[in-house]
């Protein structure tokens, strides 16, 4: 499975993906906040479906040689 999330893309979708869930938790924005496990397992896996669809990556370019 090839990865299409990047670096910082990856970090912040885990620090938001976090956020949203403890506010959840927290019951400070009720059950929206659950929709956080998304970019939380986006970030952790590295690849985000919406991204093959539209053909987008945060990935680095590699350059052979």
């Known amino acids: 499975m090839k990865s299409n999330v990047g670096g910082l893309d990856k970090i912040l979708r885990i620090v938001i993906g ?7 938790i927290t019951g400070v924005i009720g059950v929206w906040g659950w929709i956080g496990v998304v ?25 052979d040689g």
């Not at 976090?18 to 959840?24: D, E, F, N, R, Y």
């Open 18 to 24: 976090i956020a949203l869930v403890a506010l959840a």
């Open 39 to 63: 970019p939380l397992l986006t970030g952790l896996i590295g690849k985000c479906p919406a991204y093959s669809i539209f053909g987008i990556s945060s990935c680095p370019v590699k350059k």
